[in-house]
């Protein structure tokens, strides 16, 4: 009697323990898919990486059951310029024009910067990205043609893994782009908003159809290939949602991190300012130039602008500009006269690497501190 009242006991304990296991199981499972969502799509990142082996003209790619439904951002028209590729496939079908919505994304993906990256291994895994880091779609005709544009000094160990994990994020998009790194000569401070005038300029000599330009840091990669790089009808900001912000957007008028306007959205408004040197400020004398010129920032949905910034000090020579403050607030006087029409710098090399075109540039130092008071 009383082994029989201990066997089921036993047995009531092994179930409850059992029972516990189990709960503990879910618990920790929906943890890990609220807090490291994107792990999850270890499978999605299995598929991308067997699609960038496959042949770039099969039509066999990845199931597409990881791709949930649209935001509502990413439904957005782009802009209508249709352009044809100059890169069209030897098929004899002619081929149509790249679909709205590309059919071949896999939504969240697994980014990390722990295993070690080399540019072998990125130039093994995109064996179709041509000379300059060039690429256009095999398999249809894309809307726009769009340069990428990294303002650069110091930063290879970033630019790998850049490299790494955009080159097959933008051929799942659909993209026809070329990739341009513009490289800061010399150790005076640096000038982000400066180079990226200066790439805009050496990307249409190189190429004048480009008709979209995509601004990124070398350190920032999309966690969601549906924030697609393109080009809207008004100027877009994709960073919207940085791990280093809690993935929020830190205020209303934050235009860091990436951005893209098209051709004419960037005239329109006489492009970056030159005058910003050392860190800060130059995002938002950006964003003050497009809300002057009558235009308003478009952006992806929240949880899909979602960013992974590679962890790194502050660099020697871009410390926080002080200045940075009140030139804000003058956008409205000096735009005019300070931006791509009032932009001088001394061309020092160009090279075309197998994943990228480095643009190595003089522009210059700041002008001396005028005396205080
Ligand atoms: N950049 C370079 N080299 C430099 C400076 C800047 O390549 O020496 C480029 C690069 O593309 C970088 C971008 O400019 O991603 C923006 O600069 P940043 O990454 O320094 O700006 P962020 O706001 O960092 O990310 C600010 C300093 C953070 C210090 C944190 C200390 N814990
Ligand atoms: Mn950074």
Redesign the pocket.
């Known amino acids: 009697m009383t082994r029989l009242l201990l066997g089921v006991t036993l047995e009531r304990i092994c179930k409850a323990v059992l029972l516990l296991c189990l709960l503990h199981f879910v618990i920790i499972m929906i943890l890990y898919f609220d807090v490291y969502a994107q792990h999850l799509d270890f499978f999605s990142r299995f598929n991308a990486r067997n699609a960038s082996r496959s042949h770039p003209f099969s039509n066999s790619s990845r199931p597409n059951s990881t791709v949930p439904s649209y935001g509502p951002a990413s439904a957005e028209a782009p802009s209508p310029s249709t352009k044809p590729s100059t890169n069209q496939s030897t098929t004899e079908k002619p081929l149509q024009p790249c679909q709205e919505t590309p059919p071949g994304l896999v939504g969240r993906l697994l980014i990390e910067f722990s295993s070690p990256m080399s540019m072998e291994r990125v130039q093994r895994e995109n064996p179709d990205v041509r000379q300059g880091g060039k690429y256009s779609p095999p398999d249809c005709l894309p809307r726009q043609k769009v340069a990428i544009l990294?303002?650069?000094?110091?930063?290879e160990h970033?630019l790998k893994y850049w490299l790494h994990y955009l080159h097959p994020i933008l051929r799942r998009q659909k993209v026809a782009y070329g990739i341009y790194i513009i490289n800061?000569f010399g150790e005076d401070t640096?000038n982000?908003a400066k180079?990226l005038n200066v790439g805009f300029m050496e990307a249409l000599k190189d190429d004048e159809e480009y008709d979209c330009f995509i601004f990124?840091?070398?350190?920032?990669i999309p966690m969601d290939d549906r924030n697609l790089y393109r080009c809207y009808e008004q100027p877009r900001h994709f960073a919207v949602g940085m791990d280093?912000f809690g993935f929020r957007l830190p205020y209303a008028g934050y235009f860091?991190?990436v951005s893209g306007l098209s051709k004419s959205q960037f005239l329109k408004i006489n492009g970056f300012p030159n005058e910003y040197w050392g860190?800060?400020g130059e995002d938002d004398d950006i964003f003050n130039r497009i809300s002057l010129n009558g235009m308003k920032v478009s952006r992806p949905d929240i949880r899909i602008g979602r960013y992974r910034?590679i962890?790194?000090?502050?660099?020697?020579?871009?410390e926080p500009n002080p200045q940075r403050f009140t030139k804000i607030q003058n956008t409205k006087m000096t735009m005019k006269r300070d931006g791509i029409s009032s932009l001088q710098y001394r061309l020092v090399e160009i090279s075309r690497q197998p994943m990228y075109t480095n643009i190595t540039v003089e522009i210059g130092r700041p002008p001396p501190r005028l005396a205080r008071g």
């Open positions: 990294i303002p650069f000094r110091h930063r970033h800061q640096f982000r180079l990124s840091d070398v350190d920032l280093k860091g991190g860190w800060g910034m962890k790194h000090e502050r660099d020697k020579h871009n």
